[in-house]
């Protein structure tokens, strides 16, 4: 059974960082893409960033290009995300998804797997 676990959410003042984690079990963690997606209130959801472990493929959405770091523990089997300098358009719920292939976090389109979100809320 795949279980996607994320945590680290909070409510933090803008310019502060927070750290996600997502601990990820039932698939070969190292094969599989791990995605940050994020949805805010009365907007759509969209893609923030992927990671594939076996090769370090990376994706960054321009938005927080610059100022989010995905990385992976493959002894671990967690992802997370570094939210630095983080800004009040950054308030939303964050999922950890997965999927086989890359370009399916890459191009947005729908993981095959989510867990549950963890809210951020950032206070101007």
């Known amino acids: 059974e795949v279980q996607l676990q994320a945590s680290g959410g909070g409510s933090v003042q803008a310019g502060t960082s927070l750290r996600l984690s997502c601990a990820a079990s039932g698939f070969p963690f190292a094969d599989f893409t791990i995605g940050w997606f994020r949805q805010a209130p009365g907007k759509e959801r969209e893609r923030i960033s992927c990671i594939r472990s076996k090769d370090n493929a990376l994706y960054y959405h321009d938005a927080v290009k610059g100022r989010f770091t995905i990385s992976s523990d493959a002894a671990k089997n967690t992802v997370y995300l570094q939210l630095d300098s983080l800004k009040p358009e950054d308030t939303a719920v964050y999922y950890c998804?997965?999927?086989?292939?890359?370009?399916?976090?890459?191009?947005?389109?729908?993981?095959?797997?989510w867990g549950k979100g963890t809210l951020v809320t950032v206070s101007s």
């Open positions: 998804t997965a999927d086989f292939w890359f370009t399916t976090c890459s191009q947005g389109n729908n993981m095959d797997y």
